[in-house]
T-cell receptor, first 112, second 113 residues
Framework: DADVTQTPRNRITKTGKRIMLECSQT?????MYWYRQDPGLGLRLIYY???????NKGEISDGYSVSRQAQAKFSLSLESAIPNQTALYFC???????????FGPGTRLTVL | EDKVVQSPLSLVVHEGDTVTLNCSYE??????LLWYKQEKKAPTFLFML????IEKKSGRLSSILDKKELFSILNITATQTGDSAVYLC?????????????FGQGTRLTINP
């Protein structure tokens, strides 16, 4: 069984729609992260959370919001999707130490 | 601005060759450097390097960090077609009071039989 799961795995939507990507983990980790990956740009951090009451912006948070519903769940929302948010989105988790991150399988989002 | 740069961006070699992938970094309050292998989708963890000059080894893969010159290398010996993947390096840094990973663009490695 996968330790970090993401739903949906693929999503096609239209400009202006609200989209939610969900992440669940069974690793018991406190820390969770959302990244997006674009060709030639590597992984970029969108938001991260070090515990249920802690939410922090990453380097590219504009246009996104998150919710940490429980230790095991961290959701990413696009309030009004736009085409340049087309990307591969990864959720990751880590313990407080030694900080190694474990990634989910990714969600491929296409905004038309 | 914090950045991590990998080179080459793309590399094609024959099975059995040895390859060296490079990662240079400039980050504030550097803590450690991590290497990941990404095949189809999710990156999988390879190494975390915290100290200079201490080689980490796992089978045919090895990596070392130079904190003076701000770079790391990942070596793969006797390459196999299963080594074909994108290899990502990431610098763990203390940014705005929190530890974050700054990723490089990745090196796409293709091993031809």
């Amino acid at each position: 069984d996968a330790d970090v799961t993401q739903t949906p795995r693929n999503r096609i939507t239209k400009t202006g729609k609200r989209i939610m990507l969900e992440c669940s983990q069974t690793k018991g980790h406190d820390r969770m992260y959302w990244y997006r990956q674009d060709p030639g740009l590597g992984l970029r951090l969108i938001y991260y959370s070090f515990d249920v009451k802690d939410i922090n912006k990453g380097e590219i948070s504009d246009g996104y919001s998150v919710s940490r519903q429980a230790q095991a769940k961290f959701s990413l929302s696009l309030e009004s999707a736009i085409p340049n948010q087309t990307a591969l989105y990864f959720c990751a988790t880590s313990a407080s130490a030694p900080h190694e991150q474990f990634f989910g399988p990714g969600t491929r989002l296409t905004v038309l | 601005e914090d950045k991590v740069v990998q080179s080459p961006l793309s590399l094609v070699v024959h099975e059995g060759d040895t390859v060296t992938l490079n990662c240079s970094y400039e980050v504030t309050n550097f803590r450690s450097l991590l290497w990941y292998k990404q095949e189809k989708k999710a990156p999988t963890f390879l190494f975390m390097l915290t100290s200079s000059g201490i080689e980490k080894k796992s089978g045919r893969l090895s990596s070392i960090l130079d904190k003076k010159e701000l770079f790391s290398i990942l070596n793969i010996t006797a390459t196999q077609t299963g080594d074909s993947a994108v290899y990502l390096c990431a610098a763990k840094a203390l940014i705005q009071g929190a530890q974050k990973l700054v990723f490089g663009q990745g090196t796409r490695l293709t091993i031809n039989p």
